[in-house]
C-alpha cells in the first residue's frame, strides 16, 4: 500500500483557511493520499469550491471530550497499553504543569483517541499549525512511535510560549513555514534548543486556474472612475475576519479622513466577534450609508466582489496578545485579479508587496498616512492600473501554486507534474458552478 498521511488541523472546512484547502488539493494532484483529522466541527455558513475539490476522508476527534466519554476512554484504554505511553504521558505531564489549563487536558485526550482510531499503515502525522493540532499530533505520535511534521504560519508562531516551540522543534521530523519572518523566528528558537535541520520556508502558492486574470473589459470601469462623480463613486473592497489584527477600526478612522469631495464605497466580506462594534463606529464616523458589510462569503462571491472592485485595503497590525498575520492569502487574491492594494508593513506582507510597485506599504495603526494613500490612489485610476498589473506579473512569477508546493511535495516524498496538475486544475473549474466566474 502506498504511504498515506493524517492531517491534523484544528478545524475543517474553514473560509478563513483557503490556503490550507488549497495546499491540500494541490498535494493531492500530485499524488499525496491522506485524511483529515479535526479538532473541531465547521462552524462558517457555506464553503469554498476547493473543499469540492479534495477528496480525503474528513474525520472529527472530540471537540470537548465529556461529549464523547465512551470514545475518550477506549482510547485511554489502547494507550495505557501502548510501548509509548510512558512517554507520552510524561510530556503532556511536563507541559501541563507549565500550561495547567483544560485545553491542555483536552489535547491528550484528543491525542489518545487519535492514536487509537488511526488506521496502522498511516506513515506520519503532519499538523497544520504549530500550536494546538501540533501538540495533538506530538502526543499522539509519541503513543504510536512514529514521527510528526508541521506547517506552521502565523497565530501559532508568534503567541505561543517559546518552551513550547522549541521542544516541538527539536522534537518533531521536519518542519516548514509559510513567511520569511516566521521562519527566521522558528529557527533562532530552533538553535537554542539544539535542532540543527532547519525550519523550511515554503510560501504558500495561489491557484491561478481558479484565480485568472480579469479580461481588458472586466477592468474598463475601474480605469475610468477617480472618486469625482458622485453617480460613480470608487469601489473599494476589504476581505477579512474582524478581529483586532486586522485594524478595521483604523481602517475607518483613515476613511472617515477622506476629503468630502472623495466619492466611494466599501464592501467588506467576512464575519468576527467585532461585528458590531465595528458597525457603531462606521455609525459614530458618519460612514455606515458608503459600507456595505456583507459577512462570511464562499470564494464565489469573494471573487465577484474583487473584480467589481478597484483598489483593495487591509490595515493589518500587531495585536496586543502578540498574534499578528502572516501572509494574508486575500492579498493574493486581489493581487491576482489586478487590484492595486493598499496595506500595512507588518510581519511578512513586505515579502509579497513591493511597496510603490506591486502596492502601497504604510506603517501599521496610523489612519492619516492610510488616508493620504487611499486619497492620491482613489484619484489616480492609471497608477491603480498599473500598481495592478505588477501585481499580477508578480504573483505569476513567485506565487503561483505550481511552484510553491513543489518544495512542499518533495517533503512527502512526491515527484509533482506541473503540467497534470494545472490540466487537473483548469478541467475542475470548468466543470464546476463557479465555473463562469473564475472564467
Known sequence: MDAEWAFVLKGYPRLSETFIAEEIAALERAGLRLQIWSLRHPTDPVTHPVHRDIRAPVFYLPEYLHHAPWRVLRGVWAGVRRTGFRRALGQWGRDLLREPTRNRIRRFGQALVLA???????????????????????????????????????????????????????????????????????????????RTTPVQLIYHGLPLARFRAPSSGDMAGAVRRDGGDRAQPVRLVSVGRLVDKKGYDILLRAL????????????????????????????????????????????????????????????????????????????????????????????????????????????????????????????????????????????????????????????????????????KQIKAMRSGPEAGIAD
Not at 502565523?154 to 522534537?171: N, Q, R, Y
Not at 464575519?271 to 470564494?299: C, F, M, N
Not at 506591486?358 to 490612489?377: F, H, K, N, W, Y
Open 256 to 423: 472617515a479622513l477622506l476629503p468630502q469631495d472623495c466619492h466611494w464605497r466599501l464592501t467588506h466580506i467576512g464575519a468576527g466577534p467585532l461585528a458590531a462594534q465595528l458597525r457603531d463606529q462606521a455609525s459614530e464616523l458618519g460612514l455606515a450609508g458608503r459600507i456595505d458589510w456583507r459577512g462570511a462569503t464562499g470564494q464565489a462571491g469573494v471573487l465577484a466582489a474583487l473584480r467589481m472592485a478597484d483598489l483593495f485595503v487591509l490595515a493589518c497590525r500587531v495585536s496586543g496578545d502578540g498574534d499578528r498575520d502572516g501572509i494574508p492569502n486575500v492579498l493574493m487574491e486581489a493581487q491576482s485579479q489586478m487590484l492595486a492594494c493598499v496595506t500595512t508593513a507588518v510581519s511578512a506582507i513586505p515579502e509579497l508587496i513591493i511597496d510603490g510597485k506591486t502596492g502601497i506599504l504604510v506603517a501599521p495603526e496610523d489612519p492619516e498616512a492610510m488616508a493620504r494613500v487611499l486619497s492620491q490612489l482613489i484619484a489616480s485610476p492609471d497608477k491603480r492600473y498599473a500598481i495592478g498589473q505588477a501585481a499580477r506579473a508578480r504573483i505569476e512569477a513567485d506565487f503561483a501554486m505550481d511552484r510553491c508546493i513543489a518544495p512542499l511535495c518533495r517533503r512527502f516524498g512526491l515527484a509533482p507534474s506541473r503540467a497534470a496538475g494545472e490540466k
Open 116 to 194: 487509537r482510531e488511526l488506521p496502522p499503515h498511516i506513515t506520519g502525522l503532519h499538523a497544520h499549525f504549530l500550536h494546538t493540532p501540533s501538540s495533538v499530533a506530538r502526543y499522539a505520535a509519541l503513543l504510536r512511535g512514529t514521527g510528526w511534521s508541521f506547517s506552521a504560519h502565523a497565530k501559532d508562531i508568534w503567541t505561543s510560549p517559546e518552551w513550547e516551540l522549541g521542544e516541538k522543534l527539536a522534537d518533531c521530523s521536519w518542519g516548514v513555514s509559510c513567511t520569511a519572518a516566521g521562519t527566521d523566528y522558528l529557527n533562532e528558537i530552533a538553535a537554542r534548543f539544539g
